[in-house]
Nanobody
Framework: EVQLVESGGGLVQAGGSLRLSCVAS????????FAWFRQAPGKERGGVAC????????YYSMSVEGRFTVSRDSAKNTVYLQMDNLKPEDTAVYYC????????????????????WGQGTRVTVSS
């Protein structure tokens, strides 16, 4: 079965850290680029970070650059999002997404670039 399963969300105080994990199964992990999206209540889903399959290039939204780090571990078929210095505005449901392309520097943040999605994990940052 093809699936992405996220974990690691929770409640944290502002300034704290969380690490989200996304375990992939049912497809060839190394052939896929992965991204993290988030959706806050009443807002549209937006791209947060991406790591490509071709050269492991990483991309970030301006709102998280310098605070979040995306990485991948082929041995564990897992993608991570390390989130540091969290802010209340980071509160959202975070989704893992995957796509079988190598490099999309200009459009990685678009949801329609991905064909696989996880169920999401909730992150709440208190002030």
């Amino acid at each position: 079965e093809v699936q992405l399963v996220e974990s690691g969300g929770g409640l944290v105080q502002a300034g704290g850290s969380l690490r989200l994990s996304c375990v992939a199964s049912g497809f060839t992990f190394d052939d896929y680029s992965f991204a993290w999206f988030r959706q806050a209540p009443g807002k549209e889903r937006g791209g947060v970070a991406c790591i490509s399959s071709m050269d492991f290039s990483t991309y970030y939204s301006m709102s998280v650059e310098g605070r979040f780090t995306v990485s991948r571990d082929s041995a564990k078929n897992t993608v991570y999002l390390q989130m540091d210095n969290l802010k209340p505005e980071d509160t959202a449901v975070y989704y893992c997404a995957a796509a079988p392309w190598g490099h999309r520097a200009g459009t990685w943040y678009r949801g329609d670039e991905y064909n696989l999605w996880g169920q999401g994990t909730r992150v709440t940052v208190s002030s």
